[in-house]
């Protein structure tokens, strides 16, 4: 039995969004055997993958808790865009769900678009476009962890308590 109890896959589960990219995602992920949260990437929302995704892999905003934290994954990609972001609807909706999960003991966001950053990545344009208003949410409400995947290279950062992993 693996020791965690929860997986969070933060998006680019294909590379085209394809229909077949998607058959082939599925059949690989169902082998996992841990409660799974899967949020789409830029790469799975190219084509018509915005659509497929909620069929394959289900809601692209969530909240899922556990005894003592709460994950809330939120959807930062753009139709056929590398770029990312939070709109107001969303960004609204996660300020929300911060509050009514205050008493949690541990509080984690999911994202796909990194916040900061990455080092040792490449050339830097991809972080959310309003990702210092989303920084300022995050800490004002005392999330403990972030996590976002998009570069596809590991780092972790400690950001003045707040813990912002990209995977």
Same mark, same amino acid.
């Given at each position: ?27 690989? #992920? ?5 409660? +799974?949260?899967?949020? *789409?990437?830029?790469?799975?929302? @190219? /084509? !018509? ?58 509080? #984690? ?5 990194? +916040?900061?950053?990455? *080092?040792?990545?490449?050339?830097? @344009? /991809? !972080? ?40």
């Amino acid at each position: 039995e693996a020791p965690f109890d929860l997986v969070v896959h933060t998006g680019d589960v294909t590379d085209s969004g394809l229909r077949e990219a998607y058959e082939h995602a599925a059949s690989v #992920i169902k082998t996992i055997r841990k409660p +799974l949260v899967i949020l *789409p990437g830029n790469h799975d929302c @190219r /084509n !018509v993958g915005y659509e497929l995704f909620e069929d394959y892999f289900g809601d692209l905003n969530g909240v899922r808790q556990g005894e003592d934290y709460v994950l809330i994954y939120v959807d930062s990609s753009i139709p056929d865009q590398n770029e990312g972001r939070v709109g107001s609807s969303k960004f609204t909706w996660l300020k929300n769900r911060l509050i009514e999960y205050s008493s949690k003991k541990y509080k #984690i966001v999911a994202v796909h678009h990194h +916040l900061i950053p990455v *080092p040792k990545a490449g050339t830097e @344009r /991809n !972080v959310l476009f309003n990702a210092g208003d989303l920084m300022d949410l995050l800490q004002k409400y005392d999330v403990d962890l972030v996590l976002s995947g998009h570069r596809h290279y590991p780092n972790v950062i400690n950001t003045n308590g707040m813990v912002i992993s990209n995977a």
